[in-house]
Nanobody, 116 residues
Framework: QVQFVESGGGLVQPGGSLRLSCAAS????????MGWFRQAPGKERELVVG????????TDDDSVKGRFTISRDNAKNMVYLQMNSLKPEDTAVYYC?????????WGQGTQVTVSS
């Protein structure tokens, strides 16, 4: 069973930046599409950005286009999310998982809080 450990979250001011990291263990995920998801208070968990095994990124969330960049290093079993120009509405717990996600393998996530 694969396990995901997210890190890099924290408290930042609006307009600031954060780089999130996701370390996968238990299996090699190089052949699978991955994604970053987030869940804000009172809202359902949603896909933020996805990435194919080859590094092609996609997103259906217009609010993050041009601000967030997903990347992966298959040799290290790592996925990253560079977040720039952060807004208060980006506040959420961020998770990584396969895309589409495997509901059995959600990690603890990492909290991102954007506030002045």
């Amino acid at each position: 069973q694969v396990q995901f450990v997210e890190s890099g979250g924290g408290l930042v001011q609006p307009g600031g930046s954060l780089r999130l990291s996701c370390a996968a263990s238990g299996t090699i995920f190089s052949s699978y599409a991955m994604g970053w998801f987030r869940q804000a208070p009172g809202k359902e968990r949603e896909l933020v950005v996805g990435i194919s095994w080859s590094g092609r990124s996609t997103t259906d969330d217009d609010s993050v286009k041009g601000r967030f960049t997903i990347s992966r290093d298959n040799a290290k079993n790592m996925v990253y999310l560079q977040m720039n120009s952060l807004k208060p509405e980006d506040t959420a717990v961020y998770y990584c998982n396969r895309n589409p996600p495997d509901g059995r393998t959600w990690g603890q996530g990492t909290q991102v809080t954007v506030s002045s």
